[in-house]
């Protein structure tokens, strides 16, 4: 899986979160009877999706730097470089 940056991570699960549990109480309490399912199941999957870019922040690995983009050293350089033979 691709790298995502930790701070879009945490602000995206608390944004699924918070859309999450705002869903769950108008959907359980401020719906009418005929749209309180059809709220109610989308606050939940609002809510696994939370729970899934926290488990993606919680669990990835630190960012490596590029190895393709870092210039190598070659042993003819650090000689003429001041280095003692």
Known sequence: MRYIAPVRAK???ML???TGTMGVAIGLGV??????MIITFMAVVNIGLGAFFAYVLLTQEERSPDKRKRKKRRESDRDESGGRK
């Open 11 to 13: 602000i995206l699960s």
């Open 16 to 18: 699924f979160f918070g």
């Open 31 to 36: 719906a009418p009877p005929s749209v309180t």
